[in-house]
């Protein structure tokens, strides 16, 4: 009898917490629901190509922010800390790493082939004039020159199908807009080039995939003026590391491998992510027999090639992709790149951008001793910019977005009166999507100028590195040092 009763109240207790829980969801789901700061998005469907763009991610204002940020549209991409110096500095030479503009996703992803990526930017007069501008000069024999091991490569992505990990229009959109502004910058406000320019004070490398060709010949197009390439060669960049020697490394899979155990373990800590994840891959996957998506910044990836052409987000049943859930995938992003650099992330990083380093440390040598090149640019990928910035041991960096862009300013302290040409008097500054960063670089000690001013514009303090900073820092002892090695055969030896 006593049982009995026992089971009885344990079955009432039992029933108030079960409504309390359905009360609970039921609470929070209205209070999702009716957040007047975020009006959930309207209904959503996939637009097809020929519909005019229903952005709904453009009228959510605190929220669009941050996938303007990501997507980066080409009217956002304007000069900020570049070529901010005394006059008393002079510009000797610079090094422009790029990342490829928007493409496609890299997985197929559910209705794509009703997603336009050529929108808003396949219309516009600055992309027809492009166009017919660069079908014009490849027929020209500076072009067949110019073009060297990118012969067979199409000039330019399909107008409006977004193909997977292929260039879109707007990409090619970002980068005539780059182009344009740091031609402002360093032809005409620094005169880099001088009077005359000569073969070789241009040096151009791309990794050989069609997205950084396409990206750094629309780079170049409004960067090089009068877009004259006859005195220019394009040059193939060996891996994503550009690396020429010193490249093969055993040991670097090893930290990878680390380093991917690691990210697991921050996914782990964040079950809400992972949840987030199996929740829309239904919606996101191409087939249902296709792959499961299961890691974040792959969906992320996956999400953008909607939001970032102002298509829909996918509905299935009336279950949609939401706005929040993509800005939750970026925020976890943001938040796994913030963790402290781990040292397997960073020693992976050296190991691959070694080749790299010294090389750009050669062209400093030959920047200050020859003048010449003036200007060297990297066509690349996002990974391209994450080894070096991680091999500069930047502590905090946010992800590189398309069309990002890592700078190398040089200059000579032209104040010094006698023995000014001598290698201790050149400085250098390193600028990240318009930010200095040179001041994070901890090896440097940076030399701080002071709080400039152009115009109107507050422009930020102004730090430089000396030149035999960077020197000291790649010298093997130095650099493999945490490796307990003196060279990178030695640090790469397993
Ligand atoms: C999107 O894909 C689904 C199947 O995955 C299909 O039924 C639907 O018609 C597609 N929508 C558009 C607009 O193409
Ligand atoms: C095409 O290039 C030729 C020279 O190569 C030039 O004379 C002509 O005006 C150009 N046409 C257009 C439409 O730009
Ligand atoms: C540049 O040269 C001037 C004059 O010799 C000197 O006062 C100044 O400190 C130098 N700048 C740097 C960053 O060393
Ligand atoms: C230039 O400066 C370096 C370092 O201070 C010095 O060793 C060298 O003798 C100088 N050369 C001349 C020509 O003054």
């Given at each position: 009898?006593?049982?009995?009763?026992?089971?009885?109240?344990?079955?009432?207790?039992?029933?108030?917490?079960?409504?309390?829980?359905?009360?609970?969801?039921?609470?929070?789901?209205?209070?999702?629901?009716?957040?007047?700061?975020?009006?959930?998005?309207?209904?959503?469907?996939?637009?097809?190509?020929?519909?005019?763009?229903?952005?709904?991610?453009?009228?959510?204002?605190?929220?669009?922010?941050?996938?303007?940020?990501?997507?980066?549209?080409?009217?956002?991409?304007?000069?900020?800390?570049?070529?901010?110096?005394?006059?008393?500095?002079?510009?000797?030479?610079?090094?422009?790493?790029?990342?490829?503009?928007?493409?496609?996703p890299l997985l197929n992803v559910?209705?794509?082939?009703?997603?336009?990526?050529?929108?808003?930017?396949?219309?516009?007069?600055?992309?027809?004039?492009?166009?017919?501008?660069?079908?014009?000069?490849?027929?020209?024999?500076?072009?067949?020159?110019?073009?060297?091991?990118?012969?067979?490569?199409?000039?330019?992505?399909?107008?409006?199908?977004?193909?997977i990990g292929?260039?879109?229009?707007?990409?090619?959109?970002?980068?005539?807009?780059?182009?344009?502004?740091?031609?402002?910058?360093?032809?005409?406000?620094?005169?880099?080039?001088?009077?005359?320019?000569?073969?070789?004070?241009?040096?151009?490398?791309?990794?050989?995939?069609?997205?950084?060709?396409?990206?750094?010949?629309?780079?170049?197009?409004?960067?090089?003026?009068?877009?004259?390439?006859?005195?220019?060669?394009?040059?193939?960049?060996?891996?994503?590391?550009?690396?020429?020697?010193?490249?093969?490394?055993?040991?670097?899979?090893?930290?990878?491998?680390?380093?991917d155990?690691?990210r697991?373990?921050?996914r782990?800590?964040?079950?809400?992510v992972i949840?987030l994840v199996r929740?829309i891959n239904?919606?996101i996957k191409?087939?249902?027999?296709a792959e499961d998506i299961i890691n974040p910044l792959v969906m992320r990836d996956a999400l953008l090639s909607?939001?970032?052409?102002?298509?829909?987000?996918?509905?299935?049943?009336?279950?949609?992709?939401?706005?929040?859930?993509?800005?939750?995938l970026?925020?976890y992003e943001?938040?796994e790149?913030?963790?402290?650099?781990?040292?397997?992330?960073?020693?992976?990083?050296?190991?691959?951008?070694?080749?790299?380093?010294?090389?750009?440390?050669?062209?400093?040598?030959?920047?200050?001793?020859?003048?010449?090149?003036?200007?060297?640019?990297?066509?690349?990928?996002?990974?391209?910019?994450?080894?070096?910035?991680?091999?500069?041991?930047?502590?905090?960096?946010?992800?590189?977005?398309?069309?990002?862009?890592?700078?190398?300013?040089?200059?000579?302290?032209?104040?010094?009166?006698?023995?000014?040409?001598?290698?201790?008097?050149?400085?250098?500054?390193?600028?990240?999507?318009?930010?200095?960063?040179?001041?994070?670089?901890?090896?440097?000690?940076?030399?701080?100028?002071?709080?400039?001013?152009?115009?109107?514009?507050?422009?930020?303090?102004?730090?430089?590195?000396?030149?035999?900073?960077?020197?000291?820092?790649?010298?093997?002892?130095?650099?493999?040092?945490?490796?307990?090695?003196?060279?990178?055969?030695?640090?790469?030896?397993?």
């Amino acid at each position: 009898m006593r049982w009995h009763k026992k089971f009885k109240v344990l079955r009432c207790y039992i029933l108030i917490l079960g409504w309390l829980g359905i009360i609970l969801l039921f609470l929070s789901y209205w209070r999702v629901e009716t957040d007047v700061a975020h009006p959930p998005p309207p209904p959503l469907q996939v637009n097809s190509g020929s519909q005019p763009v229903l952005s709904s991610v453009q009228h959510e204002k605190p929220r669009s922010k941050k996938l303007r940020h990501q997507c980066n549209p080409a009217d956002r991409i304007q000069r900020h800390q570049e070529g901010v110096l005394p006059s008393q500095y002079e510009l000797s030479g610079v090094m422009i790493v790029l990342r490829h503009g928007d493409r496609g996703p890299l997985l197929n992803v559910r209705n794509l082939s009703s997603i336009n990526c050529g929108q808003k930017s396949y219309g516009t007069q600055v992309y027809k004039k492009y166009v017919s501008d660069i079908l014009n000069v490849s027929k020209t024999n500076s072009y067949i020159n110019f073009v060297g091991p990118f012969m067979k490569y199409p000039l330019l992505p399909l107008p409006s199908k977004c193909s997977i990990g292929h260039l879109t229009p707007q990409g090619v959109l970002q980068h005539l807009q780059l182009g344009k502004i740091l031609k402002e910058i360093y032809f005409y406000e620094f005169n880099l080039l001088g009077n005359k320019q000569q073969l070789d004070d241009i040096i151009v490398y791309s990794t050989k995939y069609r997205r950084t060709f396409q990206s750094v010949l629309a780079f170049l197009y409004s960067f090089i003026p009068k877009f004259d390439i006859s005195k220019i060669r394009l040059r193939e960049g060996k891996g994503v590391s550009f690396c020429e020697n010193d490249c093969h490394c055993e040991k670097t899979d090893y930290f990878d491998q680390k380093y991917d155990q690691e990210r697991k373990d921050y996914r782990k800590s964040h079950p809400g992510v992972i949840e987030l994840v199996r929740r829309i891959n239904p919606l996101i996957k191409a087939k249902a027999s296709a792959e499961d998506i299961i890691n974040p910044l792959v969906m992320r990836d996956a999400l953008l090639s909607y939001v970032c052409h102002g298509a829909a987000l996918p509905c299935n049943n009336e279950r949609c992709v939401k706005v929040e859930d993509v800005t939750s995938l970026i925020s976890y992003e943001e938040w796994e790149g913030k963790q402290k650099r781990t040292s397997a992330q960073r020693r992976a990083a050296k190991l691959k951008s070694y080749g790299l380093l010294k090389n750009i440390v050669a062209t400093i040598d030959r920047m200050i001793g020859d003048a010449k090149p003036r200007v060297v640019i990297y066509s690349g990928h996002d990974k391209t910019l994450k080894y070096l910035l991680d091999s500069l041991a930047i502590p905090n960096y946010p992800v590189p977005y398309y069309a990002s862009r890592l700078i190398l300013e040089l200059y000579r302290n032209s104040s010094v009166t006698h023995n000014s040409s001598h290698r201790m008097n050149f400085f250098f500054r390193f600028v990240y999507n318009g930010k200095d960063i040179t001041k994070s670089i901890p090896f440097c000690d940076s030399i701080t100028i002071k709080q400039l001013k152009s115009g109107s514009v507050k422009r930020g303090t102004i730090s430089m590195c000396s030149v035999s900073k960077l020197e000291s820092y790649i010298r093997p002892e130095q650099y493999f040092k945490e490796f307990s090695a003196v060279s990178f055969r030695e640090a790469c030896r397993k």
